[in-house]
């Protein structure tokens, strides 16, 4: 007997054209110094990796939500697991763009 509900397929995971258009997403809407092929998938962005603050993730969090069509609230409970990396913002927006 198999299961075929959505909650036991394997979430959708961004490819590299996905990873490297958010990279490039970030550095735009931050106007970093750090290039965008430079963003490793898996480094932290908040802190020590990118260097990212708290307004740093509201920003990219405001621009993310105007380009693939996605809320992303302040309260969010899983925040600190989008945010963990690029991968992670990347893995969360092709689960749940519009555009």
């Known amino acids: 007997m198999s299961d075929s509900s959505p909650s036991t397929s394997a979430p959708a995971v961004a490819d ?9 997403l ?9 290039a965008a092929v430079d963003i490793q998938p898996d480094d932290p962005l908040y802190g020590d990796g990118l260097g990212l603050d708290s307004i740093d993730i509201l920003e990219i969090a405001l621009v993310v939500s105007k380009r693939y069509g996605l809320q992303l609230r302040a309260d ?14 990347s893995n969360h927006i092709a689960l749940q763009r519009t555009k």
Do not use: P
Request: glycine letters at 0%; a negative charge; aromatic letters at 4%.
């Open 26 to 34: 970030v550095v735009s809407a931050l106007n970093l110094e750090t």
């Open 76 to 89: 969010h409970e899983d925040n600190t697991v989008i945010f963990q990396s690029l991968r992670s913002l």
């Open 16 to 24: 590299s054209a996905l990873m490297r258009e958010v990279a490039e």
